[in-house]
């Protein structure tokens, strides 16, 4: 029987470097990957990765927020905090997936996006809003899965999707619960408290219908059994990827829009469209 372990537990094991993360399910899950880089306007962005491969026989783009394992390889990606750079990047790879008519996959593991000076100059905000934008519209399925953490709007730039997956101890949130405290509180060190009050683990999002599945976690965490968890997550990919390649690019986007909309929707509201 698994432990039942508290919203701030589960913030904490969503940080462990151990759990695979998102280059470790683009290895296992996906064949011939074949990298894309730079955003043809300032750099490549090394905490954002995008390209094209085959799931089976099914050409694929993915797109993947990526924190490191070892001390070197999270300086080299920035410890997953992406710049501007990085959301152009993403959006080279969704034009070129709605062109060629190919699913996009994206996975996501940020504390949020960079919010340093140099990413606010090079228009921070913007490249996340044009994110949210041409994921709304784009006339193919999105399967976007939370693997680790899913900060602001840093993570919300590669979730706008047709199905939102969340695994067990992954979680999704405004903001840090850190940084909630801070700001409610005044006092950082309520963290645990603001963890609860938050709602931000899968099973509160599946609660509110924002997460579309939670894939469970052998023993209550992933970097337990690695090999299960990218193993769980590429079945479900697989799933999604048969039904949502069935449906019109028309129907697909009225149920996408659908979707978003009752988010947040008290009971007896009713949604246009």
Same mark, same amino acid.
């Given at each position: 029987?698994?432990?039942?372990?508290?919203?701030?537990?589960?913030?904490?094991?969503?940080?462990?470097?151990?759990?695979?993360?998102?280059?470790?399910?683009?290895?296992?899950?996906?064949?011939?990957?074949?990298?894309?880089?730079?955003?043809?306007?300032?750099?490549?962005?090394?905490?954002?990765?995008?390209?094209?491969?085959?799931?089976?026989?099914?050409?694929?783009?993915?797109?993947?927020?990526?924190?490191?394992?070892?001390?070197?390889?999270?300086?080299?990606?920035?410890?997953?905090?992406?710049?501007?750079?990085?959301?152009?990047?993403?959006?080279?790879?969704?034009?070129?997936?709605?062109?060629?008519?190919?699913?996009? $996959?994206?996975?996501?593991?940020?504390?949020?996006?960079?919010?340093?000076?140099?990413?606010?100059?090079?228009?921070?905000?913007?490249?996340?809003?044009?994110?949210?934008?041409?994921?709304?519209?784009?006339?193919?399925?999105?399967?976007?899965?939370?693997?680790?953490?899913?900060?602001?709007?840093?993570?919300?730039?590669?979730?706008?999707?047709? !199905?939102?997956?969340?695994?067990?101890?992954?979680?999704?949130? #405004?903001?840090?619960?850190?940084?909630?405290?801070?700001?409610?509180?005044?006092?950082?060190?309520?963290?645990?408290?603001?963890?609860?009050?938050?709602?931000?683990?899968?099973?509160?999002?599946?609660?509110?219908?924002?997460?579309?599945?939670?894939?469970?976690?052998?023993?209550?965490?992933?970097?337990?059994?690695?090999?299960?968890?990218?193993? !769980?997550?590429?079945?479900?990919?697989?799933?999604?990827?048969?039904?949502?390649?069935? $449906?019109?690019?028309?129907?697909?986007?009225?149920?996408?829009?659908?979707?978003?909309?009752?988010?947040?929707?008290?009971?007896?509201? #009713?949604?246009?469209?």
């Amino acid at each position: 029987m698994k432990k039942k372990l508290t919203p701030y537990e589960r913030v904490k094991i969503a940080r462990d470097a151990k759990r695979p993360g998102s280059d470790d399910y683009i290895d296992a899950l996906f064949e011939d990957f074949f990298e894309i880089h730079g955003d043809r306007a300032y750099s490549d962005d090394p905490a954002v990765i995008c390209g094209i491969a085959r799931f089976g026989n099914v050409p694929v783009s993915i797109a993947a927020i990526c924190k490191g394992h070892t001390i070197e390889e999270r300086v080299k990606r920035n410890f997953g905090m992406a710049q501007p750079d990085g959301y152009r990047k993403f959006l080279r790879c969704l034009a070129q997936a709605v062109k060629f008519h190919r699913p996009v $996959i994206t996975f996501i593991d940020t504390p949020g996006a960079y919010p340093g000076k140099s990413a606010e100059e090079r228009g921070q905000g913007h490249a996340i809003a044009e994110c949210l934008y041409q994921m709304s519209a784009a006339p193919i399925p999105i399967i976007s899965i939370v693997i680790g953490e899913g900060g602001s709007g840093g993570a919300l730039a590669l979730a706008v999707a047709d !199905r939102l997956i969340m695994h067990e101890n992954a979680v999704l949130s #405004v903001l840090s619960p850190e940084g909630f405290a801070s700001i409610l509180w005044k006092d950082p060190s309520r963290v645990a408290e603001a963890s609860d009050v938050m709602k931000l683990t899968a099973a509160d999002l599946l609660e509110y219908k924002i997460a579309d599945y939670v894939i469970p976690e052998p023993d209550s965490d992933a970097s337990k059994a690695p090999e299960l968890m990218i193993n !769980r997550t590429g079945e479900l990919i697989r799933q999604e990827l048969r039904e949502l390649t069935a $449906i019109s690019a028309a129907q697909l986007l009225s149920n996408r829009y659908r979707k978003y909309r009752l988010i947040g929707a008290l009971e007896g509201s #009713v949604c246009v469209g």
